[in-house]
């Protein structure tokens, strides 16, 4: 037997029994109640409110869905993400993971290197080949991911975690990330911000 939705309702509030008994799953766990949690720590406007916090915002969409799955098998290691994503189900993934991906980029409004460091980044760029799998203009796509206009601070540290393979989700990164000469590296994070 199906109530209408004000009959429900006024049953639920009587006898107390929740909501979702009215057959309204969506009322109480739309996408919007799902991710605003995010914004406290990724922003309400996608600006992150630390430096160290990675933008997600216009995130690739498998990209993002990759990462709360390896958060939640322990394969990426953080202390605040790792809680975050304890009860979700692949289906909450990948539907966060289309939310974020539709947002806009924000500006973080991070200046453009100076002429010599983004010399050096671009150099290291033609040996190692960064952009064969970010792709043109550092956009990501898929399950790469946009590095173009990342906060400086967290390409530095999730490049310095690849390298300590504190960050072990993908061993080939660190590899890379450990062939490559660190102040390359620096100039790469400092170039990548200011795009
Ligand atoms: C308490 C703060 C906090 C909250 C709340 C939070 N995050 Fe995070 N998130 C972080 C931090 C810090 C990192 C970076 C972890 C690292 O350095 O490896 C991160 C990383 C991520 C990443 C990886 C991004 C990348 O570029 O690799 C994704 C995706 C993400 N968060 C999604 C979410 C989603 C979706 C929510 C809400 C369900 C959320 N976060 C809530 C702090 C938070
Ligand atoms: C063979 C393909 C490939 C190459 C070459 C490559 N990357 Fe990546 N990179 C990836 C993939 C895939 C990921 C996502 C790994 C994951 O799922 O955690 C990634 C992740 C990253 C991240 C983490 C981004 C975030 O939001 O946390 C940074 C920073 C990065 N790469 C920088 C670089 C730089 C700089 C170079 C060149 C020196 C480079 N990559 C070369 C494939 C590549």
Redesign the pocket.
């Known amino acids: 037997m199906r109530l209408s939705m004000k009959r429900c309702l006024g049953i639920a509030l009587a006898v107390n029994i929740g909501l979702t008994a009215c057959n309204v799953p969506a009322f109480a766990q739309g996408i919007e109640d799902k991710v605003a949690v995010c914004a406290g720590c990724h922003g309400a406007d996608g600006k992150p409110i630390d430096k160290t916090y990675?933008v997600i915002w216009g995130?690739q969409l498998g990209?993002i869905y990759?990462?709360l799955r390896?958060f939640k098998r322990g394969d990426?290691k953080n202390d605040f993400m790792q809680p975050m994503v304890a009860q979700m189900e692949r289906d909450d993934m990948l539907a966060i993971a289309e939310y974020f991906s539709k947002k806009p980029w924000p500006d973080l409004g991070q200046p453009r290197a100076p002429k010599d460091v983004a010399a050096r980044a671009v150099r290291?760029?033609g040996s190692?080949?960064?952009t064969?799998?970010?792709l043109d203009q550092f956009q990501g796509d898929g399950?790469?991911?946009?590095?173009a206009g990342?906060s400086r601070e967290?390409?530095a540290k999730?490049?310095s975690d690849?390298r300590t393979h504190t960050?072990g989700?993908?061993p080939?990164?660190s590899d890379?990330?450990n062939a490559?000469d660190l102040d390359?590296?620096t100039a790469?994070?400092d170039y990548?911000a200011g795009l």
């Open positions: 990675p995130q990209y990759i990462q390896d990426r290291a760029n190692i080949g960064c064969g799998c970010h399950t790469v991911p946009r590095l990342q967290y390409l999730a490049t690849f960050r989700n993908n080939g990164m890379l990330m490559t390359d590296l790469l994070s990548l």
